[in-house]
């Protein structure tokens, strides 16, 4: 790590040299890093890791140790990206520390031991503390309390067994003054809500199975000791995030009964996401929503699709200027969505900062689609004119079929009016949206009759993929792009992008029951076969493109788009790729091994592909991202080289995480997960190492005994775009 830093002083000093180098006004050919004033060292401190911070630059100088112990870098502290940090490291540094953080959190350090994790009460001056993700039994939990008397915020798990009853007095006294908590619940309970009179923003995170790992169904009956009533009096923000599950839904209502009661009169924000197409119902959401309304002051919100109707959503919006909607899965509200936005219901759209579009107007595909279910551009570009602070924006399973659409005087396509969303910074849309419409060679592929196909000898070209000649890719995509290419231009400070088929449905998916029961069998949109090499060529317009996630397009040919914009997006942080081109074979190889090469900057890599070859060659494409720290590869019928495997986790040795779920016997798939655990678990204190047969019949167990911080983030694909904000980090 001290090499990172020292790459980072000596590109500094070539940066500084280069801008300030005047022979009128220099008399000293260079300048160094003790030349530099305070405020500029501070900078480039920020980005130094904590540990490198306190372990070796704090050692170089007096002048550095002083920076290096400033508050504007030790007062807010994370630990939850420090993978090399053992807990002989972390101890130590919790010491030096001690007396100037105020803001500390260790959230998905799931390798740190609980006794660890007690020494954060060393910390007495902390006024926000998470621990999601880490080892801590109530005990523990309440000695930690204890020592943190200053605590306002905290965020915790809720583990099975959890007792409120074992926290000391001293620790209800510190949870009695928080005004802030959040939970990630793994088992039903209410945690530490009834202790908690204060609160002004709860944020929950419900992840309990069905089932135990013996295949006993969970009730969700509370505990005696646990059926306290919440304290909502003075409460601002709920938020409250749902994975798949009876149970999950049966707790929420257990924890908004008491609004069912008596509304929060200070209630601003309130989010709820239950996946699936049928939620869970709850009477009392009109009400709800009413009163939310009457204040005018609603900054958030979002229910699930049976909760709310369209007179209900109105009054709800009427008069306010809120910040961030998500109306996800709910077709029922998209007219009153955009006339609330549009007509003067809401009183000013230019706070407006995060739109969740997705699936809001849904229906099954056919030849027969009406252009109403589809996503108009007339109304985009008068929502990117009204709603012109739009940060995030998610229109994932929505539809846009150009060929289709009537448009209107100065208005061709969607893409035109999304590139007046000049503030985006992240964006998810269908792959049929930058499509300009079927060509005539999939158009008669579509309509090819059977009794057509046993006429003379002449093969017919397979169903979404298109005839490919080396000479002629340009030419076939000819001016297919220049939509997108208005798209990107308009939108130059885009950070975060997803293009995802509105077929696509992932083998590992966060929110399966959603995905399963709302989108169209793969293939069904023809348009989203026209998105191909050239597209993917057209990212490359986007230099401060961080995420970038490509999944079920069947256009692709060779891949030799990634190429393309691999070598000018240099900062690409993460990448994630699921059924691109044909499902029978993996025809764009050779070009994502090249593109790997390109991706220095990469520290994030999901690929998902069912004929996937993790071989020799595929690792040591791979082991150009130098930075890499967390790997999921996902095949079906792939197969992987251990060798190879092995050979990789050595060069690259900062990752931290390999999750490999693909085909082969279970016997060699543990033998490889125990040797790369065997040999590098020592160096690696957050390793992190699961492979497994994706067909094996416990693969659900395993899942979840994977952290949840690691599922959230890269292993189970969901969208990342305008969703409620999840309790791991991102």
């Not at 801008?19 to 160094?32: F, K, L, N, Q, Y």
């Not at 108009?376 to 998610?394: E, F, Q, V, Y």
């Not at 071989?615 to 040591?620: A, S």
């Amino acid at each position: 790590m001290s090499g990172t830093v020292t790459g980072i002083s000596e590109d500094m000093d070539r940066q500084i040299v280069q801008a300030v180098r005047d022979e009128d006004t220099m008399s000293s050919p260079s300048v160094g890093m003790s030349d530099l004033s305070d405020e500029i060292l501070l900078c480039i401190l920020r980005h130094v890791p904590l540990c490198d911070l306190v372990m070796n630059v704090s050692n170089v100088c007096i002048k550095l140790h002083t920076l290096c112990y400033d508050k504007t870098l030790l007062s807010k502290v994370s630990m939850s990206d420090e993978y090399q940090a053992d807990d002989i490291l972390v101890r130590h540094i919790l010491k030096q520390i001690s007396n100037h953080v105020q803001s500390l959190s260790v959230n998905g350090c799931y390798w740190l031991d609980g006794a660890t994790v007690e020494h954060l009460g060393r910390c007495r001056g902390v006024t926000h503390l998470d621990v999601t993700g880490c080892r801590l039994t109530v005990v523990r939990l309440s000695g930690l309390l204890s020592s943190l008397s200053l605590l306002k915020s905290l965020a915790i798990d809720v583990m099975a067994n959890f007792n409120s009853a074992l926290l000391s007095s001293e620790a209800v006294a510190t949870l009695s003054r928080l005004s802030e908590l959040r939970q990630t619940l793994l088992s039903p309970s209410y945690g530490v809500v009834p202790c908690c009179a204060q609160l002004r923003k709860l944020m929950l995170q419900f992840d309990i199975s069905d089932v135990t790992r013996d295949g006993l169904g969970i009730s969700c009956q509370l505990m005696m000791g646990q059926s306290s009533v919440p304290h909502y009096q003075q409460l601002e923000e709920f938020t409250a995030r749902l994975a798949p599950g009876e149970v999950n839904q049966t707790l929420l209502l257990l924890y908004l009964a008491v609004f069912s009661v008596n509304v929060p009169k200070h209630l601003r924000v309130f989010l709820v996401s239950i996946p699936g197409p049928n939620p869970a119902h709850w009477p009392a959401a009109p009400s709800l929503a009413q009163s939310l309304g009457q204040r005018g002051d609603l900054e958030a919100l979002q229910l699930p699709r049976s909760w709310l109707d369209p007179l209900s959503l109105k009054r709800a919006l009427e008069g306010n200027s809120p910040k961030q909607l998500s109306f996800s899965r709910c077709p029922a509200l998209w007219p009153q969505v955009f006339q609330s936005l549009l007509e003067g219901g809401v009183k000013d759209t230019t706070q407006l900062i995060s739109l969740n579009l997705s699936g809001i107007n849904q229906v099954l595909y056919s030849e027969c689609r009406s252009v109403d279910d589809q996503l108009d551009p007339w109304t985009m570009s008068r929502l990117a004119a009204g709603c012109s602070n739009i940060k995030h924006l998610n229109l994932m399973h929505t539809h846009y079929h150009h060929e289709t659409s009537p448009g209107r005087v100065g208005e061709t396509h969607l893409c035109a009016s999304l590139a007046k969303f000049r503030n985006l910074r992240s964006l998810t849309l269908p792959a049929c949206a930058l499509s300009d419409g079927l060509n005539s060679h999939q158009i008669s592929t579509n309509n090819t009759s059977p009794s057509a196909l046993l006429l003379g000898l002449k093969k017919i070209p397979r169903v979404g993929v298109q005839n490919f000649k080396p000479d002629s890719e340009s030419s076939v995509s000819g001016d297919s792009t220049s939509w997108l290419t208005q798209l990107l231009a308009g939108c130059p400070l885009l950070e975060t992008l997803e293009l995802i088929g509105p077929g696509f449905v992932s083998v590992l998916p966060r929110l399966e029951p959603c995905s399963r029961a709302s989108v169209e069998p793969r293939g069904m949109c023809a348009w989203a076969r026209g998105v191909g090499d050239a597209h993917i060529a057209a990212f490359e317009a986007l230099p401060r493109l961080r995420r970038l996630t490509l999944a079920g397009l069947p256009g692709v040919l060779r891949g030799t788009g990634l190429v393309q914009m691999a070598r000018q997006c240099r900062d690409l942080q993460v990448l994630s790729l699921a059924n691109m081109g044909s499902l029978k074979t993996m025809n764009y190889t050779p070009a994502l091994l090249d593109a790997l090469r390109e991706c220095t900057q990469l520290q994030e890599l999901r690929l998902e592909q069912p004929y996937l070859n993790a071989n020799k060659l595929f690792f040591e494409a791979l082991s150009c991202c130098s930075r890499l720290q967390r790997l999921c590869l996902i095949s079906r019928s792939g197969t992987f080289d251990p060798t190879a495997t092995e050979a990789f986790m050595e060069r690259c040795c900062h990752v931290v995480m390999c999750h490999m779920f693909m085909s082969g016997t279970l016997v060699a798939c543990r033998k490889l997960e125990k040797t790369l655990i065997d040999r590098f678990k020592c160096h690696r204190a957050a390793l992190n190492v699961v492979i497994y047969p994706l067909q094996h019949e416990d693969l659900p167990t395993v899942i979840r005994q994977i952290p949840l911080t690691l599922l959230d983030r890269i292993t189970l694909f969901q969208s990342h775009v305008a969703q409620p904000p999840h309790l791991s980090p991102m």
